[in-house]
């Protein structure tokens, strides 16, 4: 499947508002929050919380005629995309309610965080609800199953990760070039494929147990507070993640990488020179 790259407005942030900037913004124009959406980024999805953004892009002239404050949003990116030294940008200019990049899931979608903590075993994987927007801080899995969620956030896809992408400071970007489009993704029988969905469904079970329910995912993945039974669940998947690539147990990180070049060089048709 197609791993995509969240929405970018390209609105200088005059389009994006927090909570009180919301409240504030509905309590002097309440027609305008039919035009505001949940919107998250990897900090928002993984510590819990949603900023809003206007999505103005099908209201009709009339409609926005009766919003002033939401007009003068318009007015700042037009005049901040007329001022950027991007051709791009610029271009965009005369179409303040159009983003650069539109990314509008009709239904719940797999997220991968851009950026995620060095600290953190597994970088925090999960489905959205697809009223909230995803933003270009957000890798986005349309239609994936228990099956893509289970390799995705296996150890053998971290250790793959941890190889050869690149970092902001020390935290981990997750490039779509870099890091998905190269992962060999393993064969397996069908009745492989059903237990790797169990197990990944085993590890969203145990983010959802009663005990969990007020932590964020940046509670849940910490490695000094990460819930031992999501732990086992994880270790579990992993487990038999491993096994999909071969029968005998890795010894390590290093081993799966040197594993996974293997395998990459033969879908790539790239000799084997060890």
């Known amino acids: 499947r197609r791993l995509l790259t969240g929405s970018k407005p390209l609105d200088g942030g005059f389009l994006v508002l927090d909570a009180q900037e919301r409240e504030l913004l509905i309590q002097a124009e309440p027609e ?3 035009l505001l959406r949940p919107y998250q980024g990897a900090h928002e999805y993984i510590n819990g919380y949603v900023r809003w953004v206007v999505t103005a ?7 926005l005629r009766r919003l002033p404050l939401i007009r003068q949003r318009l007015q700042n990116v037009r005049e901040w995309r007329r001022a950027s030294g991007s051709r791009t940008t610029q271009a965009l200019a005369d179409a303040p309610t159009q983003w650069h990049v539109t990314v509008l899931p009709e239904r719940p979608y797999l997220v991968i965080p851009n950026t995620s903590s060095e600290r953190r075993d597994y970088i925090p994987i999960g489905w959205i ?3 909230i927007v995803p933003n270009q801080k957000l890798r986005v899995l349309l239609d994936a199953s228990l099956w893509e969620f289970g390799l995705l956030t296996s150890r053998m896809h971290m250790a793959w990760m ?3 992408t690149g970092r902001m400071k020390s ?3 997750y490039s779509v070039g870099v890091v998905y489009n190269t992962f060999p993704w393993p ?3 069908p009745v492989q494929h059903r237990h ?3 197990l990944a469904q085993a590890v969203l079970a145990a983010r959802a147990l009663p005990r969990n329910a007020g932590a964020t995912l940046a509670d849940l993945y910490d490695p000094d507070t990460m819930p031992a039974e999501l732990r086992r669940a994880h270790r579990d998947l992993d487990l038999a993640v491993d096994r999909l690539y071969r029968r005998a147990p890795f010894g390590s990180d290093r081993e799966r990488v040197e594993h996974l070049f293997t395998l990459y060089r033969q879908m790539a048709g790239t000799p084997d020179k060890s």
Do not use: G, L, V
């Open 129 to 131: 609800d697809p009223s």
């Open 171 to 173: 935290d981990y970007m």
């Open 196 to 198: 790797i969905e169990q």
């Open 187 to 189: 064969d397996a029988t």
């Open 162 to 164: 941890r190889q050869i």
């Open 57 to 63: 892009a099908h209201a009709s002239a009339d409609r």
């Open 32 to 34: 305008a929050e039919a």
